[in-house]
């Protein structure tokens, strides 16, 4: 079974820049989250999916925004890259809503985004 | 809201040796507790969890951890560490309701000496 598949692993932008990251999860999950890890920051939540609807949303500003597919498939975008966009950002599914300890999140091996 | 400490930003250990990663949380209610272990330019890889029942878990790689709610406690340990399990541990709570947004640790690199 595949896991956890993001695109691009590695990707280098300019301050002003939008960027758009890919994530597929593990085959029949759809539920879909993304995370920020950042040295100053550490591991941040960012957003929820379920069944194409954002369920849950941590506290970033509005240029950061993602999506769900029908095929659970997901994207975020950041806009207006700033120098402290800079992250890897990690993709995690699993295959119901509701956590449990049958259901817990899988991580992918991350988009490593540079913004200068 | 919750929190999760990690005290120890790194910790060095020789290799054979015995290892206790330390996880303190802050939650009113009874969490889900987490262990992940992330190796360089890797993504993070789940040692074990705790949701209810028997508090003392059993995680791969023969790491186990024991939640100890009148501490506030979920430490990570394992009797004999080998030279492959240096990398960053991190310990995560969840809740009910909170669906999957985790509060991290701030992490404890972990090096072994051979």
């Known amino acids: 079974k595949a896991g956890v598949t993001q695109t691009p692993r590695y990707l280098i932008k300019t301050r002003g820049q939008q960027v758009t990251l890919s994530c597929s999860p593990i085959s029949g999950h759809r539920s879909v989250s993304w995370y920020q890890q950042t040295p100053g920051q550490g591991l941040q939540f960012l957003f929820e999916y379920f069944s194409e609807t954002q369920r849950n949303k941590g506290n970033f500003p509005g240029r950061f925004s993602g999506r769900q597919f029908s095929n659970s498939r997901s994207e975020m975008n950041v806009s207006t890259l700033e120098l402290g966009d800079s992250a890897l950002y990690l993709c995690a599914s699993r295959a119901g809503q509701a956590i449990s300890g049958a259901n817990v999140l899988t991580f992918g091996a991350g988009s490593r985004l540079t913004v200068l | 809201a919750q929190s999760v400490t990690q005290p120890d930003i790194h910790i060095t250990v020789s290799e054979g040796a015995s290892l206790e990663l330390r996880c303190n949380y802050s939650y009113g209610a009874t969490p889900y507790l987490f262990w992940y272990v992330q190796s360089p330019g890797q993504g993070l890889q789940l040692l074990l969890k705790?949701?209810?029942?028997?508090?003392l878990v059993q995680g791969i790689k023969g790491f186990e951890a024991e939640f100890k709610r009148s501490q506030s406690s979920f430490n990570l340990r394992k009797p004999s560490v080998h030279w492959s399990d240096a990398a960053e541990y991190f310990c995560?709570?969840?809740?009910?309701?909170?669906?999957?947004?985790?509060?991290f640790g701030t992490g404890t690199q972990l090096k072994v000496e051979l």
């Open positions: 995560a709570v969840g809740f009910t309701g909170g669906g999957n947004k985790l509060t």
């Open positions: 705790y949701f209810s029942g028997d508090t």
